[in-house]
């Protein structure tokens, strides 16, 4: 064992805040590279070194150090250093594991738009057979009145007619009135 190390434990049987102090001094930066070494980060590191002080400071009472001081607490920072990347890895393989959250919203929102829309086919197909078609040409295959008049051989009042009662059904339609109330 050093003359310091032993310097430092002899003090501890004499003022233990004044031993812990000179230690603390005296190792803290040189464990604080050791844990940077390890973690690739210094606020880390410094904080797992403090937590090998307070760790030494809890136990100074059962402690035998049968080697250096230096080598207890370098052992000590190396062994913290690995569980804290254990953990880490743990948290890192269990959040891996979880379903990215964003995606969840995309395959929900996909979910709703297929079930909204599933819903306004239902409804479309229960419109009268003339505002159907109307609606069709006009929404879905997006012709003009014009268009959807002489495709289907009707005057464009007509289609105009025949558009407004489709569009007044379908706002009437208890299903869509259900699905947008509880969305």
Known sequence: MEQEDAAILI??????????????????????????????????????????FIGFWE????????????????????????????????????????????RADEVLDLLMAKEEQLIL?????????????????????ELQYKAAAEDMHISVNTVKSHLKSALRILKTNSRLKLYYQIK
């Open 11 to 52: 003090l501890f049987t004499l003022d233990e805040e004044k031993a812990f102090s000179q230690m603390f001094d005296h190792y803290y930066s040189a464990l604080c590279v050791i844990a940077r070494v390890y973690t690739n980060n210094q606020t880390i590191a410094e904080d797992i070194v403090q937590q090998v």
């Open 59 to 102: 136990k100074k009472c059962h402690l035998r150090i049968n080697s250096s001081l230096h080598a207890y607490l370098r052992t000590s920072v190396r062994n913290a250093c690995i569980n804290y990347l254990q953990k880490e890895k743990e948290i890192e393989k269990k959040q891996t594991n979880l379903p990215n959250e964003s």
């Open 121 to 141: 086919e239902k409804a479309i197909k229960e419109l009268p057979l003339q505002c159907r078609r109307v609606f069709e040409l006009v929404y879905f295959e």
